[in-house]
T-cell receptor, first 112, second 112 residues
Framework: GENVEQHPSTLSVQEGDSAVIKCTYSDSASNYFPWYKQELGKRPQLIIDIRSNVGEKKDQRIAVTLNKTAKHFSLHITETQPEDSAVYFCAATAGGSYIPTFGRGTSLIVHP | NAGVTQTPKFQVLKTGQSMTLQCAQDMNHNSMYWYRQDPGMGLRLIYYSASEGTTDKGEVPNGYNVSRLNKREFSLRLESAAPSQTSVYFC???????????FGSGTQLSVL
């Protein structure tokens, strides 16, 4: 089955800095890569996703990049703000399965 | 729309007790999922229901049973709770043909 590795487990930045979270996956059949944000005590919510036919996608201050050859994808947050503090999960889904495999999560802390 | 509703929000059990976690969605979604979240372990799939009347095991099904009562409801049962089942449980649902998961607010379960 699919295996998703996520790094780092904890990331601490100053407000205004950029943050990068990296994930690798093992199954070459995976073709959908979502990112979920979970604020403290809340439910995970989808913030951005990317499909295997796209190399990069942006939405305001967040962006995702995908390198299919290396089986590697990343979340980039620019101009971080305290409200970006949360746990971020990457996931990979093999085509047609609709069952995402999640990474272990990254706790992002943005210091004012 | 309430989205995905889970009950109860908190529960404390003694080892060997049984209980059922309830999940209901009002978004006319076809697929429903049960995940458990443990510190440093991400979200791990317990059971999955692609549609009413079908259920499949996920990554960590041992000690659990599920029932897809109808299209709206998907319950998770612990027949004989063990301390290793102390966790936060999330139910999620998805509309047919779409990848995005909608999560409930979670159930925090402690087994003493």
């Amino acid at each position: 089955g699919e295996n998703v590795e996520q790094h780092p487990s904890t990331l601490s930045v100053q407000e205004g800095d950029s943050a990068v979270i990296k994930c690798t996956y093992s199954d070459s059949a995976s073709n959908y890569f979502p990112w979920y944000k979970q604020e403290l005590g809340k439910r995970p919510q989808l913030i951005i996703d990317i499909r295997s036919n796209v190399g990069e996608k942006k939405d305001q201050r967040i962006a995702v990049t995908l390198n299919k050859t290396a089986k590697h994808f990343s979340l980039h947050i620019t101009e971080t703000q305290p409200e970006d503090s949360a746990v971020y999960f990457c996931a990979a889904t093999a085509g047609g399965s609709y069952i995402p495999t999640f990474g272990r999560g990254t706790s992002l802390i943005v210091h004012p | 729309n309430a989205g995905v509703t889970q009950t109860p929000k908190f529960q404390v059990l003694k080892t060997g007790q049984s209980m059922t976690l309830q999940c209901a969605q009002d978004m006319n979604h076809n697929s429903m999922y049960w995940y458990r979240q443990d510190p440093g372990m991400g979200l791990r799939l317990i059971y999955y229901s692609a549609s009413e009347g079908t259920t499949d095991k996920g990554e960590v099904p041992n000690g659990y049973n599920v029932s897809r009562l109808n299209k709206r409801e998907f319950s998770l049962r612990l027949e004989s709770a063990a301390p290793s089942q102390t966790s936060v449980y999330f139910c999620a649902s998805r509309f047919q043909g779409e990848e995005k998961l909608f999560f409930g607010s979670g159930t925090q379960l402690s087994v003493l």
